[in-house]
T-cell receptor
Framework: SQTIHQWPATLVQPVGSPLSLECTVE??????LYWYRQAAGRGLQLLFY??????ISSEVPQNLSASRPQDRQFILSSKKLLLSDSGFYLC???????????????FGPGTRLTVL | AQSVTQPDIHITVSEGASLELRCNYS??????LFWYVQSPGQGLQLLLK??????LVQGIKGFEAEFKRSQSSFNLRKPSVHWSDAAEYFC????????????FGTGTQLKVEL
C-alpha cells in the first residue's frame, strides 16, 4: 500500500530564516505530487504541483519554491520566511494521469509552520 | 474556471441527528467531485467521490452524497451523526488544465453536541 510522510510535524521559525519541508511517498512510482497551504478559515490553496522529477508548476506567485530531486520526494523551500508564510502545509500525491484526467489525491499528515 | 461553494461555515448537530452538508460547484463539463474530512491538526481523508454512473455515492464512515446536475450540487449526508464525526469537511471538484488538480471549497466545520 501507499504511504505519504511529511516532516517535520511542527516548526517554529523566525522571520527571515530559511525553510525546508520534506514530503516522501512510498509504494508507488512516478506519482503526481502537490503542496498546499491551509490558512485558518480559508480552505486549501494549491501552491505547487509536479508530474515528474524536476518538473514543477507554480500556482501562486509567492515567497516559496518547490523541488523534486527524486521520483517520490517533494521539497518546499524558502530563502527568507515572512510572517504571512505561517500556516498548515499539506503534501498530497495522486497516480499519474495523462492529459486532463482526474483522480483522487491522498494527503499527508501536514506540517504546522509558525513564523515569529 | 471551476469553483466550489460550501455555504455553511459552521454547522452544529446533536448526536444521533441527521446531517446534510451543502456543496455547489461550477464546472463546464461533467464534474469529478470529492468529499474529504479533516480532523484537527491532521491531513485530509477521502470520504467518497463521484466520477460517473449512479448519482448516489456511498462512502466510508456511513456517509453518502448525491450528485444533482440540475442543481450543480453534491451534498453530503449521514442519517445519524456520531460525536466522532466532529471535524472539518471539504468538497472539491477536479480542475481543468492537466496535472490532476483539485479545486477545494472553504470547508464546513461540524460540531456535534452530546
Amino acid at each position: 500500500s501507499q504511504t505519504i510522510h511529511q516532516w517535520p510535524a511542527t516548526l517554529v521559525q523566525p522571520v527571515g530564516s530559511p525553510l525546508s519541508l520534506e514530503c516522501t511517498v512510498e509504494g508507488t512510482s512516478n506519482p503526481n505530487l502537490y503542496w498546499y497551504r491551509q490558512a485558518a478559515g480559508r480552505g486549501l490553496q494549491l501552491l505547487f504541483y509536479s508530474v515528474g522529477i524536476g518538473q514543477i508548476s507554480s500556482e501562486v506567485p509567492q515567497n516559496l519554491s518547490a523541488s523534486r530531486p527524486q521520483d517520490r520526494q517533494f521539497i518546499l523551500s524558502s530563502k527568507k520566511l515572512l510572517l504571512s508564510d505561517s500556516g498548515f502545509y499539506l503534501c498530497a500525491w495522486s497516480r499519474p494521469l495523462p492529459g486532463q484526467g482526474t483522480d483522487t489525491q491522498y494527503f499527508g499528515p501536514g506540517t504546522r509552520l509558525t513564523v515569529l | 474556471a471551476q469553483s466550489v461553494t460550501q455555504p455553511d461555515i459552521h454547522i452544529t448537530v446533536s448526536e444521533g441527528a441527521s446531517l446534510e452538508l451543502r456543496c455547489n460547484y461550477s464546472y463546464g463539463a461533467t464534474p469529478y467531485l470529492f468529499w474529504y474530512v479533516q480532523s484537527p491538526g491532521q491531513g485530509l481523508q477521502l470520504l467518497l467521490k463521484y466520477f460517473s454512473g449512479d448519482t448516489l455515492v456511498q462512502g466510508i464512515k456511513g456517509f453518502e452524497a448525491e450528485f444533482k446536475r440540475s442543481q450543480s450540487s453534491f451534498n453530503l449526508r449521514k442519517p445519524s451523526v456520531h460525536w466522532s464525526d466532529a471535524a472539518e469537511y471539504f468538497c472539491a471538484v477536479g480542475a481543468t488544465g492537466g496535472g490532476n488538480k483539485l479545486t477545494f471549497g472553504t470547508g464546513t466545520q461540524l460540531k456535534v453536541e452530546l
